[in-house]
C-alpha cells in the first residue's frame, strides 16, 4: 500500500496558479493509475486528472484547459498545476492511486491510497 503525501495547497487570488505535488512512498507509482480528486462541502469527491503509467493524462471537463496533470522524470511525484483558478474551484484536493487495472473513468471508491487533502481556496 503506497503512503502519498501531498504539498503546495493554499490560497490565491482568482486568476492565479497553483501547483500540488503528491509523493508516493513507493517506485511502483509509474505502473499505477494515479489521480487529483477534490472535494468541497457536502458535496461528493470528483475526479479532476487521472495519469495511468506516465503518458496518458486525462482532465475532466470542468476544468479542462487549466489544469495539468503530470509526473517528474523520476516516476516517484505527481503534479497538478492549477492555472487561471476560479472562487468555485476551492476545495480539499486529494492525491490517490490504485493498484488494479484500469483507470478511466473510475471513481474514488475504486482508489485504493490517499493522501490528506490541502485545502485551495480561491478568492474573488
Known amino acids: 500500500q503506497a503512503q502519498l503525501q501531498e504539498s503546495g495547497g493554499g490560497s490565491v487570488q482568482a486568476g492565479g496558479s497553483l501547483r500540488l505535488s503528491c509523493t508516493a512512498s513507493?517506485?511502483?507509482?509509474?505502473?499505477?493509475?494515479m489521480a487529483w480528486f477534490r472535494q468541497a462541502p457536502g458535496k461528493e469527491r470528483e475526479a479532476v486528472a487521472r495519469l495511468y503509467g506516465e503518458a496518458y493524462p486525462s482532465i475532466a471537463d470542468s476544468v479542462k484547459g487549466r489544469f495539468t496533470i503530470s509526473k517528474d522524470d523520476a516516476k516517484t511525484t505527481l503534479f497538478l498545476q492549477m492555472n487561471s483558478l476560479k472562487p468555485k474551484y476551492s476545495s480539499v484536493y486529494y492525491c490517490s492511486s490504485r493498484a488494479g487495472a484500469g483507470c478511466y473513468p473510475l471513481q474514488a471508491a475504486d482508489f485504493d491510497d490517499w493522501g490528506q487533502g490541502p485545502q485551495v481556496t480561491v478568492s474573488s
Open positions: 513507493d517506485n511502483s507509482s509509474s505502473a499505477r493509475c
